[in-house]
Nanobody, 122 residues
């Protein structure tokens, strides 16, 4: 079992920046990918970015078009922590942001965090 805990959400003005963190604990050696989803009120949960890794090709990242160029995902393996650097935030980025971990390179989502609220004011 893996537990994911997000932090770093808050209220920010449009154009501002935030950094979210997701700390993984438990059987973290099973994880081969992590990512972020978000869900705005009344909307479906939306995939925004992921990072996968293996011993022979390093890590790979992927971004949804809605955040490409503004958000950056990264990972500190020594700390079992994933980060989401968000810049040039827009009111439409307002949502609860969820951390997800996968045992199969993000082909499936095995573990979820409880989410952290990000609110962007105009």
């Amino acid at each position: 079992q893996v537990t994911l805990v997000e932090s770093g959400g808050g209220l920010v003005q449009a154009g501002g920046s935030l950094r979210l963190s997701c700390v993984a604990s438990g059987r973290t050696f099973d994880i081969q990918g992590m990512g972020w989803f978000r869900q705005a009120p009344g909307m479906v949960r939306e995939f925004i970015t992921s990072i996968t890794w293996n011993d022979w090709s390093g890590s790979s990242t992927y971004y949804a078009d809605s955040v490409k160029g503004r958000f950056t995902i990264s990972r500190d393996s020594a700390k079992n922590t994933m980060y989401l650097e968000m810049s040039d935030l827009k009111p439409e980025d307002t949502a609860v942001y969820y951390c997800v971990a996968s045992k199969d390179f993000m082909s499936q989502y095995d573990y979820w965090g409880r989410g952290t609220q990000v609110t962007v004011s105009s």
